[in-house]
């Protein structure tokens, strides 16, 4: 699922395609908005929060989505303002996003055509209520207030959770909005904690610092748009053990464990090693695991 620091980067390329243009057609293919015509506002920034997109228009109406899974914004030049060499290949970019069968929405100005495709949510609110959304969730880790007022609150939000798995707890976009399966498994790793400990067993400096350090990285993530938990993005090793169960660890060569975590129905997976992290998932049944199969390198977010 993307995290905040994809959401932040997907936000700045939107922006940088359409901000301070009129919509010249919009295309909703939603049952709840197949009616809806935006055509006539103004782009305004891309506002986000935690996993949450919200993209303004005059008149007071925002675009809000959410990418769940699987979903993505990209954005494409018009075939018209592009070089006559590049007029062909975005001719068929263009007709492929608009024949797509997971295409969800088509915004477009003069020069650019905004694709979100398999989004998980997406509806047109007034901008006044973007609150009601916002109010239900933790700070957000990537926020400006975040080094003011967030940690301390999201500190806060976990301690009164003593007996539940870390893990579980950082997933909770109502403790605090942003973290992923990736970013929690990596710097849980980076800190030697177990994600199936409790919170009351983890020392707050050790949270206080998990926390600094993924939101050190993502703000790094968001503007390179490869995510990586090492610092390098350009040589492919950009994480530990995240998506790397089967595989041995990079810093002790014990192998890389997943696990299950959360409530019944709404399980997620996270990577640890026993070794370096002391121990196992409670639901772990100590056989071997396979290593996944990844998509290719390189199939973060490109818009």
């Keep these: 699922m993307p995290e905040g620091d994809t959401i932040v980067w997907t936000a700045r ?25 935006l055509a006539g506002r103004e782009s305004l920034p891309v506002a986000t929060y935690g996993k949450h997109l919200f993209h303004r228009l005059s008149g007071g109406v925002t675009i809000h989505s959410h990418l769940k899974m699987e979903g993505r914004w990209s954005t494409l030049v018009a075939p018209h303002a592009a070089p006559p060499r590049e007029t062909k290949r975005l001719e068929t970019q263009v007709r492929r996003a608009e024949r797509g069968h997971t295409t969800r929405a088509l915004l477009y100005v003069s020069d650019a055509l905004a694709v979100g495709s398999k989004l998980g949510l997406l509806d047109v609110i007034p901008t ?14 990537l926020a400006e207030s975040w080094l003011e007022s967030g940690l301390d609150a999201a500190l806060d939000n ?26 929690i498994s990596e710097m849980l790793f980076v800190h030697g904690v ?3 400990l409790t919170v009351a067993e983890v020392p707050e400096e050790t949270l206080r610092a998990v926390l600094d350090d993924a939101r050190r990285l993502m703000l790094a993530s968001a503007t390179t748009g490869v995510q990586s938990s090492t610092g390098r993005a350009g040589d492919g090793e950009t994480k530990r053990v995240h998506a790397r169960s089967g595989l041995p660890c990079v810093r002790c060569t014990d192998t890389v464990r ?8 709404r399980e997620r997976t996270l990577f640890s090693c026993p070794t370096c ?23 973060r977010r490109r818009v």
């Design 194 to 196: 177990l994600p199936w």
């Design 128 to 141: 006044s209520e973007e609150q009601a959304i916002t109010g239900r969730l933790g700070p957000d880790i």
């Design 13 to 37: 390329r939107l922006d940088a395609s359409l901000s301070g243009k009129v919509l010249t057609r919009t295309d909703f293919r939603v049952p709840s908005l197949a009616t809806t015509d």
């Design 277 to 299: 992290q002391g121990g196992y998932a409670p639901n772990d049944d100590r056989r071997p695991q396979r290593p996944l199969v990844e998509r290719p390198a390189g199939g």
């Design 258 to 265: 997943v696990a299950m975590i959360g409530e019944a129905g």
């Design 158 to 183: 976990l301690r009164g959770q003593p007996q539940r798995l870390l893990g579980e707890a950082l997933l909770d976009q109502r403790n605090l909005a942003g973290l992923g399966t990736f970013w």
